[in-house]
């Protein structure tokens, strides 16, 4: 059985599917969840909270169908396809998650004020993140893009273990005649074969290149689903991102298009 605060969230995005948020009363939210209209203002403060509140939800709820696409098993440009076309198949059910992602908001729901500085803070958990507002839209690429990254590269570290544990038996096994700690120059033999197989762990200047166009490769398939999301063409928004993630840079990127602000990385 819902909470109360997710019964009143529930019911007030029933009732903006059917009319524009200025035509939205508390008392008729507070009804179709089957509470009080002061338990409402208790768990939101007013109609600018619950509008906080369901943008925040919108935010949590899109995040984590991200992080369960990536965490499927398929290689990686199949996960960041798969998170572009389910961007913009949800934005276009969830006009609310739409503006999140596009910043454009309308009529139908404004975005709402920030908390004033003079307005005390709520005594509900769940509120005060609310109020703290949304990552704009920036900031929700950087999120979607580091989630990404992240899951990708500990992809690449998990296989590089096992790769090296498929390569070199006799390093897990000292009886199979591996290095042994007495012997000085097998462990420098070791170390260099090492290298020659594992060069991201010997150039460090290789390992940033890496990351950077992996960083590039994840925005880059965000942007692509948003931009679709704005101007639809012909074709899908999955064959777009596939190129764009596996075809050759013709000049390695510097650093993702867009850093991630302190917001988000709070987030």
């Given amino acids: ?5 997710e019964a009143l969230l529930r019911s007030a995005l029933a009732a903006l599917a059917e009319r524009p948020w200025s035509a939205i009363r508390m008392v008729d939210v507070a009804s179709g969840a089957g509470v009080s209209r002061q338990t409402l203002y208790n768990e939101f403060g007013g109609k600018d909270g619950l509008a906080r509140a369901l943008m925040r939800r919108e935010t949590d709820r899109y995040l984590r169908g991200v992080e369960r696409l990536l965490g499927e098993r398929a290689a990686a440009a199949d996960r960041l396809v798969a998170v572009a076309e389910w961007t913009v ?3 276009r059910a969830r006009p609310l998650l739409r503006a999140l992602l596009t910043g454009c908001w309308g009529e139908w729901f404004p975005a709402p004020p920030a908390v004033r500085e003079t307005t005390a803070a709520s005594g509900v958990p769940a509120q005060r993140r609310a109020d703290a507002g949304p990552p704009g839209t920036a900031d929700l690429v950087a999120l979607v893009r580091d989630r990404s990254a992240a899951a990708l590269r500990q992809d690449q570290r998990d296989q590089g273990q096992r790769d090296q544990g498929q390569r070199d038996p006799a390093q897990r096994d000292p009886s199979r005649g591996g290095p042994s700690r007495s012997d000085p120059g097998r462990r420098d033999q070791a170390r260099h074969d090492q290298g020659r197989r594992d060069p991201d762990q010997r150039d460090h200047g290789q390992r940033a290149y890496d990351r950077d166009e992996l960083l590039y490769r ?11 999301l704005i ?37």
């Fill in 1 to 5: 059985m819902p909470t109360a605060r």
């Fill in 218 to 228: 994840c925005e880059l398939a965000v942007r692509l689903a948003l931009a679709h």
């Fill in 89 to 91: 198949v949800e934005a």
């Fill in 231 to 267: 101007a639809p063409g012909a074709e899908s928004v999955g064959p777009l991102v596939r190129t764009a993630v596996t075809a050759p840079l013709r000049v390695p990127p510097r650093a993702p298009l867009s850093a991630p602000s302190p917001r988000a990385g709070a987030r």
